[in-house]
């Protein structure tokens, strides 16, 4: 697999001086730019042809990167194809058989399609479809409220598509708190995105000229007229067809394939990266995990992708970014800071609305353990929380950093300042007063 992970670890390992063979049955580069990460934000920056046309050229402008020539140069032996092992330490890829020492299985994962009676019918859209759109559609059913669909929901109504979201749970974006999602919900819906929660989709039928979809929400049941609906519903690891049981791989069609904490497989000369075997389902998390992987292969290391700190943002307007533990997770363990984006001079500039930073601190201690931050550019800004909780760094330590004036990144100083009014009790107060006028 040529995604990100497979891409790191081919350069990686091969810029290490390892002989490197890199199998790929489609295009290099994988969802993230092809169908992910770098189309899905052209279109949410950017008259839909000229719009497209512009994703296009990004696309195009950055594949060198992940392009076979620029892996050969590198030392990389490339093979496109269809890739499957042929026993436990072979791989069988057009008409040539690959002996290793060790292999990484990183063939990524793609979009799940809900079993829904009709939906096949209606050629849905997907991520790895809706970027060949030739034509803006009028009509829009987005099913599904994780990133992928609000972040593109939000695009298509800004682009003039009268959007329809829809989702079986009783809110929008499921990973992320509760408030968060309150505020994208109402961007969205400012937007123009009409969104539905707790709705059970009943069925769908193509008609030609139009498609239909029925379903059951608060109000009772409905049918709307849509020109195309798109799927972000969940995500499958692609396991099947690579000759996994004949390499003595444990595997499922859900988790996909089974590794231990140092991402080996069940054959010990085999390990996995990405989302074929990882949770968090990131380009940048599957980059962490081809680290992982190159370590622990080329030189015997123990390093564990448990213990990773992987933060996530969704780039909806505004955007919502976190890392580390939330406040549910951890419970009566911790403390908790808030203070909105507006109390940055920046932020009330941009005109922020509802915007905030929520740090959450280990009980009695400045220790960051997690945080999340709703704002505009907040997946730029997470990293500093990131850090600090990768790291144990206290927020006494950030506040103590200086930030550059006048910018939003100013909110992590803000929530500092505001843990240090915490530590500013009435005795301690009383206490500094009398030494001031002592010292006077």
């Given amino acids: 697999g040529a995604g990100p992970a497979g891409l790191v670890c081919a350069a990686g390992a091969a810029g290490l001086g390892a002989r490197v063979a890199l199998v790929e049955r489609h295009l290099m580069g994988g969802d993230c730019l092809n169908v992910g990460c770098v189309p899905s934000k052209g279109l949410i920056r950017a008259d839909f042809a000229r719009v497209m046309e512009r994703m296009y050229r990004i696309r195009a402008e950055l594949s060198h990167h992940d392009s076979p020539g620029r892996f050969s140069g590198l030392g990389v032996d490339v093979f496109l194809g269809e890739g499957r092992f042929a026993g436990p330490r072979?791989?069988?890829?057009?008409?040539k058989t690959l002996r290793f020492r060790h292999a990484v299985i990183a063939t990524g994962a793609r979009a799940a399609l809900p079993a829904i009676p009709g939906l096949a019918d209606c050629q849905p859209l997907t991520n790895e479809t809706v970027f060949g759109l030739a034509e803006l559609p009028a009509r829009l059913a987005v099913i599904g409220s994780g990133p992928i669909g609000c972040e593109l929901g939000q695009a298509f109504a800004r682009l003039g598509s009268r959007v329809t979201l829809l989702e079986k749970a009783n809110r929008i974006m499921g990973r992320d708190e509760a408030k968060a999602a309150e505020t994208v919900s109402r961007s969205l819906a400012r937007d123009g995105v009409r969104i539905v929660t707790g709705a059970t989709i009943l069925g769908a039928a193509n008609h030609g000229g139009h498609k239909t979809l029925a379903f059951?929400?608060?109000?009772g049941a409905e049918t709307i007229e849509v020109d195309a609906i798109l799927v972000t519903a969940g995500r499958a690891p692609n396991v099947e067809g690579l000759g996994l049981d004949v390499a003595g791989i444990r595997y499922?069609?859900?988790g996909g394939v089974a590794v231990d904490a140092h991402l080996r497989t069940s054959n010990p000369m085999v390990f996995a990266a990405g989302d074929v075997c990882f949770p968090y389902k990131f380009t940048h998390a599957a980059d962490a995990c081809a680290r992982i992987v190159i370590a622990n292969a080329l030189f015997k290391g123990r390093q564990r992708a448990?213990?990773?700190?992987v933060p996530w943002a969704t780039y909806t307007q505004p955007e919502v970014a976190h890392v580390g533990l939330s406040e549910a997770e951890a419970g009566d363990d911790v403390d908790v800071i808030e203070v909105p984006t507006a109390a940055?001079?920046?932020g009330r500039l941009d005109g922020d609305d509802?915007?905030?930073?929520?740090?959450?601190?280990?009980?009695?201690?400045?220790?960051v353990v997690g945080a999340t931050l709703v704002a505009d550019h907040a997946g730029?800004?997470?990293g500093e929380m990131a850090l600090a909780v990768t790291h144990r760094i206290g927020l006494k330590k950030v506040g103590s950093t200086i930030h550059p004036y006048p910018t939003t990144g100013e909110i992590w100083k803000k929530v500092a300042d505001a843990y240090s009014r915490t530590r500013l009790t009435p005795t301690v107060?009383?206490?500094?007063?009398?030494?001031?006028?002592?010292?006077r």
């Fill in 306 to 309: 448990d213990r990773l700190v």
């Fill in 354 to 367: 509802g915007g905030y930073a929520r740090v959450y601190l280990k009980k009695g201690t400045d220790r």
């Fill in 216 to 219: 059951r929400g608060p109000d």
């Fill in 344 to 346: 940055t001079d920046r």
């Fill in 90 to 95: 072979a791989v069988a890829v057009a008409g």
């Fill in 380 to 382: 730029d800004m997470i």
């Fill in 429 to 439: 107060h009383k206490w500094m007063t009398r030494w001031l006028a002592w010292t």
């Fill in 252 to 254: 499922d069609t859900q």
